[in-house]
Structures are given as structure tokens and as C-alpha cells.
């Protein structure tokens, strides 16, 4: 039996991916960049076991429930590709064991809410992706890797990566160059902090790769999004190299309030802000006017939840107005407190 353990950790995007070219390879309409969060907080933990006794199959829980593996959907389309490499070394050295041909046992925990806007799907793919690169001993590269894991889940190609990564579109029919890189590591600008406010744990109503989807086919207003996050990309990766906090921040800023309006010009239009997700936009420009420079940035994915991006000096500033405006009451649950748990009843059995 062969078993490893590997986490991965929820990256959040300063400028999204919303929108396929090709729905089938996971190619993206625009490049993004987003921040790596801290292993410690966000993650998810996956273990694969691969076992010549094993039942034939490939087996796959995801917080203690099993989810079906079909051979062309997402997982196991990546599960194939990462099998592939490992054929390709066991067909270099005949001393090496032949996991290839051994069923698989995967179990998967995230340590926060799943689907609730929060970069689950990320994390997890991310995280199968390494640990069965792992357990291959495969010799690619983590951009290599990511290939693997867009297919899996367009948004966990950077999750490969810590620190401040770009996923390029690419322009390669066959996704070859539609790949993650690192734009600078986080030991780069470690005084970059990231507060989460969950406001809804939730599961999400509609989910990125619909809602994206159907923005795709009736945003007009999309295409002008396109001709802009260019310019948006190049921008912000310039702002941290030279950690322009500011700049920074009015582009994740303008980001993601770019993408919750294609969000509004979907038909019909998608709503992932609420009420709450409203004021913490209008909390947090007011504390930057009356700063007198942008001190706090926020951005929301495809669910009510902020994250909002400042410099550790000045994140007292910024916990003092949030927890004024938005105080969090005793019985509100703590996301982080689902800790990885056992493996499930079943991972062993045949
Ligand atoms: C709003 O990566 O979840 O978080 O590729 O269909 O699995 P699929 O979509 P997914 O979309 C993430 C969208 C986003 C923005 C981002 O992370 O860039």
C-alpha cells in the first residue's frame, strides 16, 4: 500500500477568472492573479492511497461523503492525466512499483465552509492534484501540475502556488500554455495580510462554473470587461513588485466589482452580494477616504463572503471598523473549527 497526505491551501483572485473559451479543457476568456492564503487557515487535506487489493474502481470522499468518480468528468479526467505520467516513469524504470494499474482511495477535508464562495473547489483540486503527484513521484513542475488541476477546476491551478500567482490564459487550442505561475513568493510581501469575513456559510445558489457560463453566452457587457483586465493584469503585477500597496488595492478594488457587474448583466442576472457584502464595500471606502490613501482592499467571489486585503500595520484599522460595523455574535459558528477528521468508513474496504 502506498499513502500519502498533502494540504492545499485557498487562494483568492485580485483579478477573477469568470468565463470559458473552451468549457471541456477549462480555457479561460481573461488571465487572473490572486493571493495564496496561509497553509494555517484555508486548506484542504487529502489523502490518496493507492493499493494493488483494492477493488477496481477509484473511490473519492469529500468531507466524509463519497462522491461519484465518472471517468470523463472533472476528477476523473485529472485522475487519468496524473495515471498517464506515472505510466510514462514506470515505463523509463521496470523497478518501479506499478501504481498506475492500482485502484485509487482519496479522502478530502476543507477545513471551512465548502461552496460558500470561499475557493473550495481550489483548494480540493489542488490539493488531490499534489498529493497524487505525490504519491507518483511524478517529476513535473508545479506549473506542469497546474495543467492538470485547471481541468479540475479552473481557479486551482494557483492554488499550486503560495505567494502572488497569474494563471495565463494562453492561446494554445490544446491548453498547453493555459497555465499558473508564480508572479513573486510571499516571503516577497509578507506584510500583506488578508482578513475573511464569512457573512453566509451557506452553500452558494448559483454555482461559478454555471453562472460563468451563462455570463459567456448574454453578457454584452463582458466584452469589455475582456479588453480590460489586460491592462489590469500587467498593473497589479507591476504594484507588487514594487509593493505599491495602494495600487494594489484600487485594482483588486475595481476587480471585482467589474465582475459582480457582468454578474448583473447575466441573463438571468446573478446576485452574489447581499445586503451585508453591500455595506462591508461601503465600510471599507469610507475608512480609506477618511485615511486619506487606501489602506484596506476587498474582494468577493461568487459568494457574499469578503476578503479584504491590507498591510498588517494597518490591520487593526481595519478590524476596528469591521468589528464595529459588523460585531460577530457569540453563537456565530467558527468556520475553522471542521478540522480534518479521520479517514472515512470505507476507505479501506474493498
Ligand atoms: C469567482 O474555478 O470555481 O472564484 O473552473 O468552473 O471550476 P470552474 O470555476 P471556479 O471559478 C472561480 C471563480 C471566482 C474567481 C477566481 O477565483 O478567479
Redesign the pocket.
Known amino acids: 500500500m502506498h499513502e500519502v497526505t498533502v494540504s492545499a491551501p485557498v ?3 485580485c ?4 468565463g ?1 473559451r473552451n468549457t471541456k479543457l ?1 480555457l479561460p476568456t481573461n488571465s ?1 492573479l ?1 493571493v495564496t492564503l496561509d497553509q494555517d487557515h484555508l486548506r484542504s487535506t487529502t489523502t490518496s492511497r493507492a493499493d494493488q487489493s483494492f477493488e477496481e474502481g477509484d473511490r473519492l470522499w469529500l468531507n466524509g461523503k463519497e462522491e461519484t468518480v465518472k471517468e470523463d468528468g ?1 476528477l476523473g479526467v485529472c485522475i487519468k492525466e496524473l495515471r498517464n505520467w506515472r505510466k510514462i516513469e514506470e515505463d523509463k524504470d521496470s523497478s518501479l512499483p506499478k501504481l498506475s494499474q492500482w485502484p485509487l482511495r482519496v479522502a478530502s477535508y476543507n477545513n471551512f465552509p465548502t461552496a460558500a ?1 470561499l ?1 473550495s ?2 483548494s480540493g ?1 489542488a490539493a488531490l492534484v499534489a498529493s497524487l503527484a505525490k504519491l507518483y513521484s511524478l517529476p513535473q513542475s508545479a506549473s506542469q501540475l497546474s495543467l492538470i488541476a ?1 481541468q ?5 491551478c ?1 492554488s499550486l502556488f503560495g505567494g502572488f500567482v497569474a ?1 495565463r490564459e494562453g492561446s494554445a487550442e490544446d491548453g498547453s500554455d493555459s497555465l499558473a505561475e508564480e508572479v513573486a513568493p510571499q516571503s516577497h510581501w509578507p506584510e500583506m495580510h488578508a482578513l475573511i469575513c464569512v457573512v453566509s456559510d451557506a452553500k452558494k445558489g448559483t ?3 454555471s453562472g ?1 457560463q451563462r455570463t459567456v453566452e448574454t453578457s454584452t457587457l463582458l466584452q469589455h470587461r475582456l479588453k480590460i483586465v489586460p491592462g489590469r493584469m500587467d498593473d497589479i503585477s507591476k504594484a507588487i513588485q514594487s509593493k505599491d500597496f495602494a495600487t494594489f488595492g484600487e485594482i483588486t478594488m475595481k476587480d471585482s466589482n467589474s ?1 459582480h457587474s457582468v454578474c448583473l448583466d447575466t441573463s438571468p442576472p446573478i446576485f452574489y452580494l447581499n445586503d451585508v457584502s453591500k455595506s462591508i464595500i461601503a465600510v471599507i471606502e469610507e475608512l480609506n477616504r477618511s485615511s486619506g490613501e487606501i489602506v484596506a482592499a476587498y474582494t468577493f ?2 459568494g457574499p463572503n469578503a476578503v479584504i486585503y491590507a498591510l498588517e500595520k494597518n490591520m487593526p484599522k481595519v478590524l476596528g471598523v469591521v468589528n464595529k460595523f459588523f460585531p460577530t455574535s457569540e453563537e456565530s459558528r467558527d468556520p475553522f473549527k471542521t478540522e480534518a477528521a479521520e479517514l472515512p468508513e470505507g476507505f479501506n474496504v474493498n
Open positions: 487562494n483568492i483572485a483579478i477573477k477568472y469568470w470559458k477549462i487572473s490572486s472533472r464562495g475557493a473547489s481550489a483540486l485547471r479540475g477546476s479552473g481557479s486551482a494557483r494563471w454555482s461559478s462554473t460563468m465582475f467571489d461568487a
